[in-house]
């Protein structure tokens, strides 16, 4: 581990080389000595770090860069004064959704038989939560109210209660906006909130902060059965001096309604249901079961009496054959098929009788209904992944120019006429029109240098303009060359012909001797190849027959198994450097594709692609410094087996440009990084290793928390690496910033100057900062839109300091987030968030592919974890593998990087 120094961290810091040079050798004895390594100390972290720890206070405002006057979507909410009062509501049953529970309260406060209400307006949150203006009579007494909704045959009664909870104070509110008080009074914001959202909520579809309403006038189907959904996010967010409803237009996939049969036949790709003249195959109704399981459907052969039930499965056999026990009036069962219980009870006679049956409700019923007399209910959410080709279309559907995404939430404002509502006219609550002007910077971009013969002449530097630079006529900072190397095409030889294989080698050899990455004389080995079970006997034969090969080039027919396997038996297995590419782009190879290849080959083998130019860095790096990414990934929405991932990478040089990654598997849906402690220990090891320095500052960017969780994860995390540390040196207390970056907002910015607006999108310019007007009234936070919007409207990241023992200003930390998003070498343009952030996200989506089982293969761990889930073996079907295939520690093992592969940024 560390090196013990003779006068502990008190004494003044080893200077680190010169600006941009990984540091050489520390302290006392001959120059490349390696100090000795102490034993391991593992401490528990101080009492008094079992505090609680709170945000830091912004420091300053910044004041780097340019003006630039913007327009955000956050409009102004006029507060009253005093108090609103604060009801809990118990409904018996309470298992009702809370479309149901608003009904009842609704229906409650009409009939008020017991004059409670007396003209007052409360708002409800459609579970356990009322707020009204004055207080009700009842004192500190619980109440009961019985009141009767008219249901479909019989009308449904229900019990329910209130009792005085609180009275919450809008004065405190208005303390703490004016930064008197430190903590922000949650309880007020959440009744605002309730407040704001009670009249939405009864008028449209709410999906968690949005609500949708269904198509008119436009119509963007999916395929699948889905479409597009228009809508409007609303949040009440406090900052600087005031109240601010941050509105934004949002759109998302819901389920069409439309008859089961249709939706049957876009599911399975069959145009006309009379194409479909035989029962479904497994295959088939696997498909559509794992379709429609869950979905809500209604019935339309009782009349007026349309029943919803939920959807549990399909059957295999298909009406004419599937039976249930059906109880006669004499009292006996016998076993019926549901197309004679159709035919005698309804006097239907099915169209379709060869078509599985839907079972509804709860699965030991045995209620069977035909798909032809169900239809899928209106407004539900599509939760469950979309594919790839959903994916674009839904972007082409949704995306808008910056400009144009300004006029439609101002015409949404206009149309939603807030101030018209009558619920926040009770409580005496009014929103300004007019969206909220603040005062933006353009931060200057870094220099970037790149290597060569010229050396540091400035023609090697490149200045990024709107976010973006060109490598042409420039050489990478520390190229790689590749004398040993081997392709593997497993795209068919009439798709991808030898000449095509051999022009596309040329072609890269040349781009890549151009960047100063040469690639030497012709591959060892090509060869053709077909499926995933093939890759690792090829690339054990490899590894076996060429000691000294750098490289297999693969070349992949489009979406393929065999890129998990490629990456599996590369990154895991056998420590090989591999790079895939499409069989399209060998047949017809562009400079900027062959440029991009080499911008991740370099990466993959070692090399350095360039460097932030040394001199005008942020006085950060004149110590030793490491960068840590961290992520955690969460498996799509709708599963509930495979594990979530969590990654950390940190930078392994001064520039920096380096880094090292390392990942776990944890529970599923696990937002905080369990074994964080010993990730950081492993990269402040490796950091050691590399640079012979112990870093004297850690500057920790979080991706993937949401507000809510900011201080669990802080209370947690910051700790854990702390302690890590701890235990590799006694007294070793480098200072730490914690700093959560999220994308995941409806913030946008509009260029309040149209001369301001750049390119097609008419987004604002890379490098504006805001930190003023939007941001939080107390704590550390700020906007920065790094990144050049190509399409649709920019979404600026939001950084919030959750610790700083490093006292940055506000202007080191812009820059140095900046700064950070140059370094990423997967392309010459400033990206949306850190490198290091960005990388994290890359390791964990890379340990998805490791986790990606060959499903002919029982011996891994089984494919409950693969892509494709359980679900698509059907009914009845087992897995392959045992169940300790599927333990924590067979997944543990097989997203573990190959020692090899663990030197170099395997995940570019």
């Known amino acids: 581990m560390f090196q013990p120094p003779s006068s502990g961290l008190g004494g003044p810091p080893v200077p680190p080389g010169p600006p941009g040079v990984p540091p050489g050798p520390p302290g006392p004895g001959p120059p490349g000595a390696r100090p000795p390594i102490p034993n391991l100390v593992p401490m528990m972290p101080p009492a008094h770090e079992q505090a609680e720890f709170t945000c830091p206070s912004r420091p300053n405002h910044g004041t780097e860069g340019r003006a630039i006057m913007l327009r955000a979507n956050h409009f102004q909410i006029c507060m009253p004064r005093g108090h609103i009062h604060h009801y809990d509501v118990s409904i018996v049953p309470d298992k009702c959704p809370r479309r149901v529970n608003r009904e009842i309260i609704e229906t409650m406060v009409q009939v008020d038989t017991k004059k409670l209400f007396i003209g007052q307006k409360p708002v409800f949150d459609g579970r356990k939560n009322m707020y009204t203006r004055d207080p009700l009579p009842i004192g500190r007494d619980k109440i009961e109210l019985e009141v009767t909704l008219p249901g479909e045959g019989k009308d449904r009664v229900f019990n329910t209660s209130l009792k005085w909870v609180a009275q919450v104070s809008l004065y405190a509110l208005e303390e703490a ?102 029962p479904l195959t497994d295959s088939q109704r696997v498909k559509f079961t794992k379709e429609i399981k869950g979905l809500k459907i209604e019935i339309t052969h009782c009349g007026q009496m349309k029943r919803k039930y939920r959807v549990c499965n399909v059957t295999r056999r298909p009406a004419q054959t599937q039976t249930f026990p059906l109880q006669l009036e004499s009292g006996q069962t016998v076993e019926c098929t549901v197309a004679k219980y159709f035919l005698d009870k309804h006097r239907k006679r099915l169209l379709y009788p060869h078509l599985p049956c839907l079972q509804v409700g709860q699965e030991h019923k045995h209620t069977y209904l035909p798909l032809e007399v169900c239809n899928v209910v209106r407004g539900q959410r599509c939760i469950k992944k979309l594919t790839d080709m959903q994916t674009s279309t839904m972007i082409k559907a949704t995306a808008r120019s910056a400009p144009d995404r300004e006029k439609e939430i101002n015409s949404l404002v206009r149309k939603v006429n807030f101030n018209e509502d009558p619920y926040m006219q009770e409580f005496g609550i009014s929103i300004n029109s007019t969206m909220t002007e603040v005062k933006g910077r353009v931060l200057p971009p870094p220099k970037i240098q790149y290597g060569g013969r010229s050396g540091f002449q400035t023609k090697q530097q490149a200045i990024p303009n709107q976010g973006v630079w060109d490598m042409r006529g420039k050489e990478f900072h520390t190229g790689v060359e590749i004398r040993t190397w081997a392709i593997a095409c497993f795209a068919p030889q009439r798709t991808c012909r030898e000449e095509a294989l051999r022009n596309f080698t040329a072609q890269l050899q040349k781009i890549s001797s151009d960047a100063g990455m040469p690639i030497l004389g012709q591959s060892v080995f090509c060869k053709y190849a077909t499926g995933p079970e093939q890759v690792e ?87 030793p410094v490491i960068f840590l990414g961290a992520d955690v990934t969460h498996p799509p929405a709708g599963d509930n087996k495979k594990p979530s991932i969590a990654a950390l990478v940190g930078s392994m040089d001064a520039h920096p440009s380096r880094y090292a990654a390392t990942v776990r598997v944890q529970h599923h849906r696990q937002d905080i990084i369990q074994d964080l402690g010993n990730m950081v220990k492993e990269l402040l090891v490796q950091f050691y290793k590399a640079t012979r320095f112990k870093p004297s500052r850690i500057v920790f960017y979080r991706d993937g928390v949401s507000e809510g969780q900011f201080i669990q994860v802080l209370q947690h995390e910051l700790r854990a690496v702390r302690h890590a540390c701890m235990m590799l040196e006694v007294g070793y207390q480098p200072g730490i910033t914690f700093i959560v970056v999220q994308k995941r907002h409806h913030t946008r910015l509009f260029c309040a100057d149209k001369r301001e607006q750049i390119g097609r999108s008419g987004n604002i310019p890379a490098g504006t900062t805001v930190d003023v007007g939007i941001t939080h009234p107390t704590e550390f936070d700020f906007f920065l839109c790094s990144h050049a919007g190509i399409q649709g409207t920019s979404r600026p990241s939001h950084y919030h300091v959750l610790w700083d023992d490093n006292h940055f200003t506000a202007d080191e930390l812009q820059q140095l987030t900046y700064q950070l998003c140059h370094t990423y070498v997967r392309c ?52 392959s593998g045992s169940s300790e295939d599927r333990t924590p520690a067979c997944l543990e093992r097989a997203v573990q990087v190959h020692q090899d592969a663990g030197r170099v940024m395997y995940f570019a």
């Open 177 to 278: 906006l004016e930064g008197r008080t430190r903590s922000i009074p949650l309880d007020a914001i959440q009744a605002l909130d309730v407040v704001m959202r009670h009249m939405p909520s009864m008028m449209y579809t709410p999906v968690g902060r949005s609500f949708f309403s269904q198509p008119e006038g436009y119509y963007h189907p999916l395929g699948g059965g889905r479409e597009v959904w228009f809508g409007f996010h609303q949040s009440v967010r406090p900052s600087q001096w005031k109240m601010m409803l941050n509105i934004d237009v949002s759109a998302t996939a819901f389920y069409k309604a439309q008859p089961v049969i249709e939706f049957m036949c876009e599911v399975l790709d069959v145009k006309e249901i009379s194409e479909q003249k035989r």
């Open 537 to 623: 006997p090829m690339f054990r034969y490899l590894k076996n027959q060429w000691q000294e090969l750098q490289l297999v080039v693969v070349v992949l027919p489009g979406k393929t198994p065999v890129y998990a396997e490629v990456k599996r038996v590369g990154d895991t297995v056998l420590g090989m450097a591999t790079q895939c590419v499409q069989a399209k782009n060998v047949n017809k190879p562009s400079p900027q594709t062959l440029s991009n290849l080499c911008l991740k080959i370099n990466v993959k083998l070692g090399g350095v692609n360039n460097i932030l130019v040394p001199s005008i860095r942020p006085r950060v790096f004149n110590e």
């Open 828 to 879: 010459t343009r400033s990206v949306s968030i850190p490198a290091p952030a960005y990388y994290a996200h890359l390791v964990a989506f890379r340990a998805r592919y490791h986790l990606v089982e060959k499903e002919h293969d029982s011996s891994k761990c089984s494919p409950a974890y693969g892509e494709e889930g359980a679900s698509d073996y059907g009914e009845g079907s087992h897995l």
